[in-house]
């Protein structure tokens, strides 16, 4: 439903959006609106959306105050609470809610309506650590997000959050993503929602489920719990996020319920979900579900689960592994037989076999003259970069999974072994060997293709591609390009 | 002109080979020296080595030891935190929504403030070592302009390869070497 007489830039996400609703209130916007629909818990919430002129953010913001206004009432009276105002006080989030998401377009300012009665009312109804936390959270997160100090006031702080919403969709960052990436302006959505607090107390926290492992492609429920804490405190790394069978322990009933609605989510999508979740005193809360991003092998796991189970067809298959995938999934080779030389740490995964160069000078002469290369280094300076560049894959003696070295080959895509142990050097040089950036294991003698060999899920793949293209000829990336091509 | 030597061939030694067209400084009187390959892509003789280390003996023997040591001991701390942040973005990226590459670069921002005034402190010992903050500030600024690979790219100076190159800098300045350091687990 639209809010307020003759507005048309607020949108209340309830089930139901039209058309045009669901396309002005962004992805984010969207998603809550699906996940109201389905009955799930979700914080009341509402967009504010405007087609986009020429003019500044804080003018569009001017135009559409009205509507910001209109729609805090309306959340007031959802949840029994006023913005702003004690006995009990109304916080939001502020955040934007594109059609793509981007970087740099990520404002998101929580805690939004704090000031000194506000905190005593916080204190008064839950505790005053809690408040006091709420309002420093508030504070560190208006700073990191509009760049200047908090006001004082609740209005001025809201006034603040949506400006820096606003403003982040024409920054020089974000214009210069869309021209990268060829997208429109189009509208602005900037989503308000009344806060849940995952630092309430000790049967509080906040974390994401994947409905399926987007490593591995398991077909098992897999996550990030941090108890105690905010959405904030996860994405910024501040604080180690525990197994979501953490959460299972301490929160059985709360687990279950996240874990059904995410079979819901998924289903509803017809993909595995990616599902953030605040949990207050006990309460679950949904704030968003979108699409997992997932690895490759976890691509192809996945797309023939949902097969198996009904949920897509055989071109449905198809589509869900791209080309990309597919070559990584078939660049597979196998490490030589036999106990490894060394042992280390797996920097950079992938395989590889060449000539040991124990200097970068002599990995880049012996490259030039088309050999393959392995540079195994004690440790590594920076004017070896050219020298791993040089080679097919990295050995170091010293040095952790994020030294210098794992850091350069991780880049360059270069199989890496780190952390062999001191004297390795010597031992190595001159002597053909294999790096196994998989297993973190050097092995003597030159490693094998098996691109024949096809695991029983690559041949289910294969299968499935050959019946969608039966009169194509060529290797599976070319069946499945046709393929591809031929869908409807 | 030492100081304009020490400055060319500490850049062309850290960065291995460089396109001829990219130096400034005193290159033909080095290449006439014998000091640099002459050729297209610049690279360091093997006499160009051993003025190098004169070069930076003599730079080293006007620092003092102990202000040396504790501006390499405080890199180390910011050291220990970005590279740590390097790598997850890295084994991430790939999975890395709007909300990741913010975290990321405003984590990084934090760091790279606390990584300012200990190069302030290292151009207080040797001069040329402030030019450092401003290449680790373009390469943070055009990463948050949008383009992540300023983060780790090599052979550009993407943050990494700045930081790489300042941490180089700063074992040679405490009179250091990375096999020394790497056994200690500071250098790998």
């Known amino acids: 439903m639209t809010i307020g007489a003759g507005s048309r830039h607020a949108v209340l996400l309830d089930d139901g959006l039209d058309d045009a609703a669901r396309r002005a209130v962004g992805g984010k916007g969207r998603a809550v609106s699906e996940m109201v629909a389905l009955g799930l818990p979700v914080p009341p919430a509402f967009c504010v959306t405007s087609e986009w002129s020429d003019e500044t953010p804080s003018e569009l913001v001017d135009r559409l105050w009205q509507d910001v206004l209109g729609g805090l009432k309306l959340l007031e009276e959802r949840t029994g609470r006023v913005f702003g105002a004690g006995p009990r006080p109304l916080l939001l989030s502020v955040r934007s809610s594109g059609v793509t998401s981007m970087p740099g377009m990520l404002e998101t300012v929580l805690n939004v309506g704090v000031d000194d009665a506000v905190v005593t009312a916080l204190g008064e109804e839950y505790s005053v650590a809690f408040a006091e936390d709420t309002r420093e959270r508030f504070r560190r997160g208006y700073r990191r997000a509009v760049g200047a100090d908090a006001p004082d006031g609740p209005l001025a702080q809201l006034r603040g959050a949506v400006d820096a919403v606003a403003s982040s969709w024409s920054s020089a960052r974000v214009d210069a993503y869309r021209a990268h990436r060829g997208i429109e302006r189009g509208g602005i959505a900037i989503l308000l929602q009344a806060m849940v607090f995952g630092n309430l107390d000790a049967r509080s926290g906040t974390g994401v489920l994947f409905t399926r492992d987007p490593t591995t492609g398991a077909s098992a429920p897999f996550g990030e719990w941090l108890p105690a804490a905010q959405g904030d405190d996860v994405v910024s790394g501040t604080s180690d996020c525990e197994p979501l069978s953490a959460m299972r322990t301490s929160l059985p009933d709360v687990y279950d319920e996240l874990i059904a609605a995410g079979v819901r989510l998924e289903l509803l999508g017809g993909d595995v979900q990616d599902v953030e979740f605040t949990v207050e005193a006990g309460k679950l809360w949904l704030l968003q579900s979108r699409v997992a991003q997932r690895s490759p092998h976890a691509a192809l796991r996945l797309a023939l689960a949902f097969r198996d189970e009904g949920l897509v067809d055989d071109a449905g298959v198809i589509d869900r592994v791209t080309p990309e995938q597919l070559a990584t999934i078939l660049a597979v080779r196998s490490a030589p037989a036999g106990p490894p030389l060394a042992t280390g740490v797996a920097a950079c995964p992938g395989i590889a076999s060449g000539l040991v160069c124990t200097t970068s000078d002599d990995a880049i002469a012996a490259a030039d003259e088309g050999r393959d290369v392995i540079l195994v280094r004690p440790t590594t300076s920076p004017d070896d970069v050219a020298g791993i560049m040089a080679a097919n894959g990295v050995v170091t003696e010293v040095g952790g999974a994020s030294s210098h070295a794992a850091i350069v080959a991780r880049e360059l895509g270069i199989p890496a072994v780190v952390g062999c142990g001191v004297g390795l050097t010597a031992s190595l040089a001159g002597q053909v060997i294999t790096v196994d950036g998989d297993a973190g294991e050097v092995r003597l003698g030159e490693s094998a293709s098996t691109v024949s060999m096809l695991s029983p899920e690559l041949s289910r793949f294969a299968d499935i591609v050959r019946a969608a293209v039966p009169d194509a000829v060529g290797d599976l990336p070319a069946l499945h390009l046709a393929a591809r091509a031929a869908r409807p | ?188």
């Open chain 2, 1 to 188: 002109m030492s100081a304009d030597e020490l400055a060319l061939l500490q850049t062309v030694r850290l960065k291995g080979r460089v396109a001829r067209a990219e130096l400034t400084g005193p290159v033909d009187e080095c290449v006439a020296a014998g000091s640099l390959v002459d050729a297209p892509m610049v690279r360091l003789t093997d006499a160009g080595r051993s003025t190098l280390a004169e070069l930076l003996a003599a730079e080293r023997a006007t620092v003092d030891r102990d202000a040396a040591d504790r501006v390499y001991d405080r890199f180390l701390l910011v050291n220990a935190a970005v590279k740590p942040l390097i790598s997850q973005w890295q084994l991430t990226r790939d999975a890395a929504g709007p909300d990741e590459v913010t975290a990321v670069l405003d984590q990084l921002a934090e760091l790279h403030r606390q990584v300012l005034p200990v190069i302030g402190e290292a151009s207080g010992l040797v001069e040329r070592l402030g030019s450092y903050a401003d290449r680790l500030d373009a390469a943070l600024r055009r990463a948050r302009d949008g383009d992540m690979s300023w983060l780790t790219r090599p052979m550009v100076d993407s943050y990494h390869t700045v930081w790489f190159e300042l941490h180089e800098e700063l074992i040679g300045l405490a009179g250091r070497t990375r096999a020394t350091e790497a056994e200690s687990g500071s250098g790998g």
